[in-house]
């Protein structure tokens, strides 16, 4: 079975502050690590080639030192890894991304399943993995806790969906985009050996020129989505007021402050 496990590279979050110092941190020089979600994905990828065989390949697009998330992969016990990686690609929203990593798919060839994560913690718009599976023109199958069934050979697969009101239970064909959440699995920690082959691994990197994009299809030049700035929100002052008294006189002062305050 050839599954193909995206990732990404996002900013340290567990660093951040509630300033605009902290904020700096999702720029260009700030800590970065690999997205959480993925690091849910990634075991689900290496779990299903323990169960059916196989090859994990983990993929990322992301500036040079993402190589560092790809590593992370071939450490917990995936078997090869690709970097996607050129200037032209800084300012990419998640459908230009998408476009990439869909040609970076078509390159490294035949696969059973791709599997991300639900969402990446500094976007979070959830767009990504979606947009891939239209652009392959394959199923895609999102906020999966459990896979019930796969069955590489006869192409099918049953995955348990944890959504706001429930479980679902729904059947695919094979190959398909599967987006993870976190109950799906505990990423396992790397084995010392995992982490010296990783250390020593020749992690192969592709320029847009190797997917067949111009420049000026990427990068901002192909964006849709721009954030043009990012600011903390201005702080408010809160003020507390105890009501005290008997519980019918306090019901009915808070309902009258209420109407008051147009909130009722």
Known sequence: MKVIALVKQVPDTAR?????????????????TVNPWDEHALEAAIQLKEAHGGRVTVLSMGRPEAVEALKRGLAMGADEAVLVSDPALEGSDSL?????LAAAIRKVGAFDMVVAGR??????????????AALLDIPQISYVARLEVVDA??????????????????SSRLPAVVSV????????????IGIRRAASAQIPTWGISELGFEPDQVGEAGA???????????AREVRVEMIEGPP????????????????I
């Not at 969402?119 to 891939?132: E, K, L, W, Y």
Request: aromatic share 4%.
């Open 16 to 32: 951040l502050t509630g300033s605009v110092d902290g904020l700096k941190l999702m720029g260009e020089s700030g800590p970065r």
């Open 96 to 100: 230009v991304t998408a476009r990439v």
């Open 119 to 132: 969402s990446a913690i500094d976007g979070n718009s959830a767009a990504t993995a979606v947009q891939v």
């Open 153 to 170: 050979a006869a192409g099918k697969i049953a995955a348990v969906r944890l959504l706001e009101g429930g479980l679902e239970t729904v």
């Open 181 to 192: 959440v976190k109950e799906i699995s505990e990423p396992r920690y790397p084995s010392f």
């Open 224 to 234: 849709q989505v721009r954030w043009p700035e990012v600011a903390v929100p201005e």
């Open 248 to 263: 019918e006189e306090a019901a009915r002062i808070l309902v009258n402050r209420l109407v008051a305050d147009g909130v």
